[in-house]
């Protein structure tokens, strides 16, 4: 048995500029962790980074899997002490013009230490897209 993830938020902005807050690295950085050669093509690698904690590096390993600008991202996930590798998968939708309905999904946490992983990861993302994702959303459009 897996344990999933799911975070749903509507943005006030239109999905293009959502998009270029998941997909540009100085933007990720700024909400979400520093990353290393990422780009929005299917195949890249790329690694994400954090500050490190007891029992875990701060390194996770990604490759992407979908990319459809600007309609869905996907890739892979897997934490140095992660015993499996998960999928996080990013669909925005526009529900009204300006608007973007943004559905984070972070699938694959096996068993009962993936119970406690999905746990940790689902505060996290919910902090990074309510907090972190919007304010930096409403900075950039309130600046000319």
């Known amino acids: 048995m897996t344990r999933d993830i799911r ?5 006030p902005h239109p999905p293009e500029v959502v998009w270029r807050a998941l997909t540009d690295p100085a933007a990720l950085a700024e909400w979400m962790m520093p990353v290393e050669d990422f780009a929005p093509v299917v195949g890249r690698r790329f690694t994400v980074r954090a500050r490190p904690m007891p029992g875990w590096d701060g390194v996770v390993h990604c490759e992407v899997t ?10 892979t996930w897997r ?19 300006g608007h973007t309905r943004l559905l984070l999904e ?3 946490f096996p068993g ?29 459009s309130a600046t000319p």
């Open 7 to 11: 975070v749903d938020v509507e943005l």
């Open 66 to 75: 979908a990319a459809d600008e600007p309609k869905n991202l996907a890739y």
């Open 79 to 97: 934490g140095s002490k992660m015993r499996a590798t998960t999928t996080v998968t990013w669909t925005l939708t526009e529900p009204s013009p």
């Open 106 to 108: 972070h699938n694959g």
């Open 112 to 140: 009962l230490g993936g119970a406690v992983l999905a746990l940790m990861h689902r505060g996290g993302w919910r902090r990074m897209l309510t907090t972190r994702l919007a304010g930096l959303l409403a900075t950039r």
